[in-house]
């Protein structure tokens, strides 16, 4: 046996453990993972469709986008919002006669993965509307469909079969990527796990713990994209 049952006490809920602790900070890693990745889709989305349809200006901007935040460390980005972008706003804030205001750590999360998965997301979808032959959105345009039609009624059906592999791995990183928000003090299951180890001095037993966490959050999500793309793949043949 790896521990003793009075070391397994120590996940328990209420005073006695610190499984409550551990629950709520895997509520707030998904938390942050849902929101995040929901504004990487927008951003995505607008990202993939200013690129392919957008005018110069606009398409250089976005390869500017994608490309200064695939390249910086998300580390680092959160710490520009959260310390040098709190000071930046409250300076002007402060000048407009305005109270000081904190940015929330959860915040500062959700925009800062939000903007790097928008970059990946953006390049993901791209390909995948670029995958979509030209035939069939010529096909709505010659009956009479309006932008937004031929993308809701062919683009996107026919788009999100290529979408959603890379689109799940995406999910799955950003789930992950979650716990940098440590850094600034947000409790998500990396700094409850940090903390209940370091006071029980039990590392071995709550590191497993959150593997095991993060470990069962990877495979509901496979589940989840594995039924979602068979779902978007019906009427198509099976791939080998």
Known sequence: MFFAAANIG???F???GYGDELFWGAVRTVQIAV???AFGIILGLCGAMGKLSGGKTLRVVLDLYTTLFRAVPELVLILLLYYAG??????LVTSLGFERIELNGLVAAVFVLGFVQGAYQTEVLRAAIQAVPVGQTEAGKAYGMSPFLRFRRITLPAMLPYAIPGLGNLWLGIVKNSSLIAVVGFTELALATRQAAGVSKQYLLFFLVAAAVYLTITMLSNQLFGWLERRVRRGQPKLA
């Open 14 to 16: 209420g005073n006695t």
């Open 86 to 91: 709190t000071d930046s706003l409250n300076k």
């Open 10 to 12: 120590l996940l328990a």
């Open 35 to 37: 929101f995040a990745y």
